[in-house]
């Protein structure tokens, strides 16, 4: 099952503080709007979602990997943020894993894209990443990460791409990464 969702939400500008409403909003005093991706995987678990703080973007993630009815799929997800200081990692997403794995983009790039498959989770995925030109990022200026993950599931999406910042990532989990998908700048 593939579980789609839109949602709006808000970064309020130095606070790192994310409202998640249902319904389009005006921008505001700093705030940056963004749009949830569709969701890759499937129903079960809990909707989480997590916006970097203030000028951050996404710029790698923490992949726990493990194996569910003989088949690879991830079963937690941690987010990279850059930040003055060096990178640093948000709240980790899902259960528990038998393999631990990072993609992490290069100096001056950030994530822009997610290819990713899924069915009942998400089953395995890559990352794009764009060169950062102030608040966009380049197309023309890309690579891939390597798979994470393995290849089931009945969904394969692409998940951004446009050039706009990727912000967040949300989803659904419990014991498992249930669903995946990520915050995007509009």
Known sequence: MWFVSKQRCIRVAGLGLALILWLPLVGALGAAETEASALVGG?????FSEL????????????????LNEARIVRSIQAIYD??????????????????LTI?????????????????RLDGLSATFMRRRGSQLD????????WL????????????????LVLGVHGRGGDDLDAFGIMIEK
């Open 149 to 164: 993950g393995g290849r089931g599931g009945s969904v394969h999406t692409k998940l951004g791409g446009s050039g706009h």
């Open 43 to 47: 129903g079960g678990g809990s909707p």
């Open 104 to 120: 992490e983009a290069k100096p001056g790039y950030a994530i822009g894209a997610i290819e990713a498959w899924g069915g009942a």
């Open 83 to 100: 930040s003055p200081n060096g990178n640093v990692r948000g709240k980790k997403f899902g259960g528990l894993a038998v393999e631990h």
């Open 139 to 146: 197309r023309t200026d890309a690579y891939e990460s390597r």
């Open 52 to 67: 970097a703080k203030s000028s951050s973007v996404l710029v790698g993630l923490d992949l726990g990997l493990g194996d």
